[in-house]
């Protein structure tokens, strides 16, 4: 292996059918260090401009966005997705990451669901390439801070549209929405929106995710202008 220490993340790729909501592969690998820092980098040295112009174009005629979903371990990522995708699967902790396409209203979604465990999250930034927004989740109820993670990501990626996610409603309503509003003054801007939700029982999500798609969409058409 060249001297590159082979690491234990596994990488689950499951490609959703695009219509019919279909799973059709199920794929798990290994990746080592150095492909997690090489890979996604997708520009060429010669002409990166051009080259990255050509992408967006590309991809907005296709109506395609790709979006990632990052946020502390346990937090309701996988159950997130599967809700607002509505794939029926129990949820287990997601060790590596797991593509999912499918549409979303028109749109064609690639949604990046990557594991938030300690471990996990310095490889994060190795998926931000080519993304057009972010999912953050975090669970109203979890002492644990976020704040963190969050802010790196607001520093990698300023410009680009944030939806968080405050999940886990069902627990405690009310003072879920307490939270939420006190999270939302803090961080909320153009750029960044939070909504309380349940994964668990599919509410709220469709809000944000609207929101998230339109910004994206916008962004896309600007840039290519
Ligand atoms: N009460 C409640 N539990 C939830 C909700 N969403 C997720 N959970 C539970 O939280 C736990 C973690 O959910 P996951 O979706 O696996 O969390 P994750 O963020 O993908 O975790 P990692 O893959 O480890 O990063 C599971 O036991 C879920 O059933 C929710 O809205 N309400
Ligand atoms: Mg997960």
Not at 37 to 58: A, C, E, R, Y
Not at 85 to 111: D, E, M, Q
Not at 128 to 155: P, S
Request: aromatic share 10%; glycine share 10%; with cysteine.
């Amino acid at each position: 292996m060249h001297g590159c220490r082979k690491r234990n993340i596994v990488i689950n790729v499951r490609c959703i059918n695009i219509r019919k909501f279909k799973q059709c592969t199920v794929k798990k690998h290994f990746i080592n260090k150095s492909f997690a820092q090489s890979s996604f980098s997708g520009t060429t040295n010669s002409s990166p401009m051009s080259f990255n112009h050509l992408v967006k174009q590309i991809k907005k005629k296709n109506n395609d966005l790709k979006f990632i979903v990052v946020g502390l371990d346990n937090s309701g990522k996988t159950t997130i997705i599967n809700s607002l995708l509505r794939i029926s699967a129990t949820s287990s902790p997601t060790f590596g990451y797991t593509i999912y396409r499918n549409v979303y209203k028109g749109a064609n979604l690639t949604l990046l669901d990557i594991g938030g465990q300690e471990a996990l999250r310095k490889y994060w930034s190795n998926f931000y390439e080519d993304t057009d927004g972010v999912i953050f989740v975090f669970d109203l109820f979890d002492a644990r801070d976020f704040a963190g993670e969050f802010n790196k990501i607001r520093e990698t990626l300023a410009g680009y549209p944030v939806l968080m996610y405050g999940n886990k409603m069902d627990i405690d309503w009310e003072r879920g929405r307490k939270i939420v509003g006190r999270v939302g003054r803090e961080v909320c801007d153009g750029e960044v929106k939070c909504c309380g939700v349940s994964g668990k029982m599919g509410v709220g999500l469709e809000e944000g995710m609207d929101w998230l798609v339109s910004v994206a969409k916008l962004n896309l058409a600007k840039e290519i202008l």
